[in-house]
């Protein structure tokens, strides 16, 4: 098998050369000198807990207040621009027809590879998406002329906040268990590891070369 100097798949097999060449690297550094192992993980497990990295994105932030201060004139702007999109929407999607629609899509996107019906669809799901949002805003621009407080009760419930980081905290707690085997037996595993990454890097060669 022989794979195309310059391809992406090329140099992801490079990548995983180089990878299973540093692992080689690790694997006879744990049978030489084991006793180095203690610095080496000291440095990488250094703990990084993402949930403090996405901490300030995960706090809810109101901006109903300000967008409901004036309801009666974001109504209105709202409702007079759907109402726009959608009449002009009808009147463009009236004289395209769904194959039509696929072609304008294929030649706006010409670096993706996709069949004529698989453009037809993606055509005919754009132009859904597009009626069913303006026919919401007209909604929502009604309700916020003539129905403020049902509107009102429905941000409330939309609004409802969950936070992610609670639902992820048993993910993010730091796991040693397969250090302190490596530890017990560094010899062994770097054994383990020199074989298996001198394998791979073999064959991934071979995959490079061709058979």
């Given at each position: 098998?022989?794979?195309?100097?310059?391809?992406t798949f090329?140099?992801?097999?490079?990548?995983l050369?180089?990878?299973?060449?540093?692992?080689f690297?690790?694997?006879?550094l744990?049978?030489?000198?084991?006793q180095?192992?203690?610095?080496?993980?000291?440095i990488?497990n250094?703990?990084?807990?993402?949930?403090?990295m996405t901490?300030?994105?995960?706090?809810p932030?109101?901006?109903d207040?300000?967008?409901?201060?004036?309801?009666?004139?974001?109504?209105a702007?709202?409702?007079?621009?759907?109402?726009?999109?959608?009449?002009?929407?009808?009147?463009?999607?009236?004289?395209?027809?769904?194959?039509?629609?696929?072609?304008?899509?294929?030649?706006?996107y010409?670096?993706?590879?996709?069949?004529a019906?698989?453009?037809e669809?993606?055509?005919?799901?754009?132009?859904t998406?597009i009626?069913?949002?303006?026919?919401?805003?007209?909604?929502v621009?009604?309700?916020?002329?003539?129905k403020?407080?049902?509107l009102?009760?429905?941000?409330?419930?939309?609004n409802?906040?969950v936070?992610t980081r609670?639902?992820?905290?048993p993910l993010?707690?730091?796991h040693?268990?397969?250090?302190?085997?490596?530890?017990?037996?560094?010899?062994?595993?770097?054994?383990?590891?020199?074989?298996?990454?001198?394998?791979?890097?073999?064959?991934?060669?071979?995959?490079?070369?061709?058979?």
């Amino acid at each position: 098998m022989s794979i195309t100097p310059g391809s992406t798949f090329y140099y992801l097999i490079l990548f995983l050369i180089f990878g299973n060449l540093f692992a080689f690297f690790i694997g006879v550094l744990m049978i030489a000198a084991p006793q180095r192992l203690g610095d080496l993980f000291r440095i990488s497990n250094r703990w990084i807990s993402t949930r403090r990295m996405t901490k300030p994105l995960e706090k809810p932030r109101q901006h109903d207040r300000a967008m409901l201060r004036y309801p009666r004139v974001l109504g209105a702007i709202m409702l007079a621009s759907a109402a726009l999109i959608l009449i002009k929407g009808i009147i463009f999607i009236s004289g395209v027809s769904a194959a039509d629609g696929g072609r304008l899509l294929a030649r706006l996107y010409s670096g993706v590879n996709l069949s004529a019906v698989a453009w037809e669809v993606m055509w005919v799901t754009l132009i859904t998406i597009i009626l069913l949002g303006a026919i919401l805003a007209i909604v929502v621009g009604l309700m916020s002329l003539f129905k403020l407080g049902k509107l009102k009760h429905w941000a409330e419930s939309a609004n409802r906040w969950v936070s992610t980081r609670q639902l992820t905290k048993p993910l993010d707690m730091p796991h040693y268990h397969l250090d302190k085997m490596v530890s017990a037996k560094p010899q062994l595993w770097g054994g383990v590891i020199t074989a298996l990454s001198l394998f791979s890097s073999l064959v991934l060669w071979w995959f490079v070369l061709g058979a």
